[in-house]
């Protein structure tokens, strides 16, 4: 309950509101003699006695129509409803980038404002990567007219791909303010979808005439499916020296494609190289419980060793180890190892497990890198182009981890990495030496192994049939 106080001066205001609203004694006596003097005879009448009057005769009467009686004019149907106007036709414009053509300048070109062209490529940002756009991408903008007589963008879409190459649509489209907001003005949203990318199993085989590249490549295949069936024997043949006219080669490979599309190869699953009538076989093999994984040949002996045959990538032999007559000395000088032909900037890896001895400049190696393995073993890495991030002595690295790339620094006479080798201190021919593999499939995945590999090992056989 509230108590409200009030001082002495607005009690008296209060009181004398009251009193102003109070009725005179004297005018209340004069209105009950008013009241009694209207009232008095009305309730005398209600209270004489009344005669009773008779009760209504009630006669009915048939009532002839009329013989010509003219009929109630028929009910006039209503008109149906006036339908609605159809909406506003749309127009649609079709465009394609030009050689060497920005994005903005092509929609520019076939009619949107600069405004609008700013909105659209804000939006499509996070959906497209506009440095990748390249002469030929096709777009679509759409406009539908205003009261005005002008017409507004109301959508756009471009036909373009995926980093990794899967079709893509992308959808702009104005959503324009509510109305209890126009002050918000319309917006361009951006969406898109991608292509579903389906996966098939193919098998290939052919037969090498000049090298194993050239002879993927005349099947009608790619490079990148060189390097992994490469990768598939890197421990086991060296295909830089001991590839011969009339190998031959199969292979179970995934083919990616989407749309229509090739994207590129997946999983080797089965390998198959015939080298002067000496059979190796791989199979990768992942295990149901996805603890165990690795290559290994039909009967379960792994396929791994503790050192790669080769430091990189397939590529041409340019000088092997030996004496040989050196071209910046001008004398035959014994090689220390084995040149590599290739590209300024081509991959180069560590053949296994190590610790960086050396990363530096040399003034005959040029760049050069030094890794020391076990068991004695050292590797050397010569004339690079740039050591890999990180690479500098003492860091630990693994097997088949990048460490720099191919260049033509210091006594050099072209491109190329210089690949040596030593064990106790001596140098050794890499191409020489032996080293054990890592330890067969456990016994627990042998009859899982098995099972893997039963029809992968028919379907190679049936590629002789093809």
């Known amino acids: 309950m509230r108590h409200l106080r009030y001082s002495r001066s607005g009690h008296q205001q209060r009181e004398a509101r009251r009193a102003a609203r109070a009725v005179p004694p004297e005018l209340v006596r004069r209105a009950g003699i008013i009241l009694a003097a209207v009232a008095l005879p009305t309730l005398v009448a209600l209270l004489a006695p009344r005669e009773v009057e008779p009760a209504p005769v009630h006669t009915t009467v048939a009532l002839t129509p009329a013989a010509h009686a003219p009929a109630p004019p028929a009910a006039t149907p209503a008109a149906p409803p006036a339908a609605p106007p159809p909406p506003p036709a749309l127009e649609r414009v079709q465009g394609a980038l030009a050689d060497g053509e920005a994005l903005s300048t092509a929609l520019q070109r076939h009619g949107v404002g600069a405004n609008d062209t700013s909105d659209l490529v804000r939006a499509l940002k996070d959906h497209v990567d506009m440095r990748g756009l390249r002469a030929g991408a096709s777009f679509t903008v759409v406009w539908r007219p205003v009261v005005t007589g002008a017409r507004e963008l109301v959508r756009m879409e471009l036909a373009t791909h995926s980093g990794e190459g899967v079709p893509r649509t992308v959808v702009v489209?104005?959503?324009?303010?509510?109305?209890?907001?126009?002050?918000?003005?319309?917006?361009?949203?951006?969406?898109?979808?991608?292509?579903?990318?389906?996966?098939?199993?193919?098998?290939?085989?052919?037969?090498?005439?000049?090298?194993?590249?050239?002879?993927?490549?005349e099947s009608g295949e790619e490079a990148l499916l060189v390097n992994k069936f490469v990768d598939v024997f890197a421990w086991n043949v060296d295909f830089y020296r001991q590839t011969q006219r009339g190998d031959a080669w199969r292979v179970i490979v995934e083919k990616r494609f989407a749309g229509g599309r090739f994207l590129g190869y997946g999983k080797v699953l089965a390998a198959?190289?015939?080298?002067?009538?000496?059979?190796?076989?791989?199979?990768?093999?992942?295990?149901?419980?996805?603890?165990?994984?690795?290559?290994?040949?039909?009967?379960?002996?792994?396929?791994?060793?503790?050192?790669?045959?080769?430091?990189?990538?397939?590529?041409?032999?340019?000088?092997?180890?030996?004496?040989?007559?050196?071209?910046?000395?001008?004398?035959?000088?014994?090689?220390?190892?084995?040149?590599?032909?290739?590209?300024i900037g081509t991959p180069v890896w560590s053949v296994a497990d190590g610790v960086v001895k050396?990363?530096?400049?040399?003034?005959?190696?040029?760049?050069?890198?030094?890794?020391?393995?076990?068991?004695?073993?050292?590797?050397?890495?010569?004339?690079?182009?740039?050591?890999?991030?990180g690479i500098k002595p003492g860091m630990r690295v693994q097997q088949k981890q990048l460490i720099g790339a191919v260049g033509n620094t210091g006594m050099s006479t072209g491109p190329h990495l210089h690949f040596g080798m030593l064990r106790g201190g001596a140098h050794v021919d890499p191409a020489q030496q032996k080293f054990p593999n890592a330890k067969p499939i456990p016994k627990e995945y042998r009859d899982e192994l098995g099972r893997f590999v039963a029809p992968l090992l028919a379907q190679l056989r049936a590629l002789d049939r093809a």
Do not use: C
Request: charged share 25%.
């Open 173 to 217: 489209e104005r959503e324009d303010a509510p109305i209890t907001q126009p002050e918000l003005g319309a917006l361009f949203l951006a969406r898109h979808e991608d292509a579903p990318i389906e996966t098939k199993l193919e098998g290939l085989s052919g037969t090498v005439r000049s090298s194993l590249y050239q002879s993927m490549l």
């Open 272 to 343: 198959e190289y015939v080298n002067a009538g000496s059979v190796h076989r791989g199979f990768l093999f992942d295990a149901a419980d996805g603890k165990h994984r690795g290559t290994y040949d039909d009967e379960g002996n792994a396929l791994q060793r503790t050192f790669l045959k080769n430091p990189m990538e397939i590529a041409r032999v340019t000088s092997s180890y030996g004496m040989r007559f050196h071209p910046v000395l001008g004398k035959n000088k014994q090689h220390q190892g084995v040149d590599y032909g290739a590209a």
């Open 358 to 389: 050396e990363a530096r400049w040399s003034k005959t190696a040029g760049n050069m890198i030094v890794l020391a393995h076990m068991n004695g073993i050292t590797t050397e890495y010569f004339h690079l182009s740039k050591f890999a991030e």
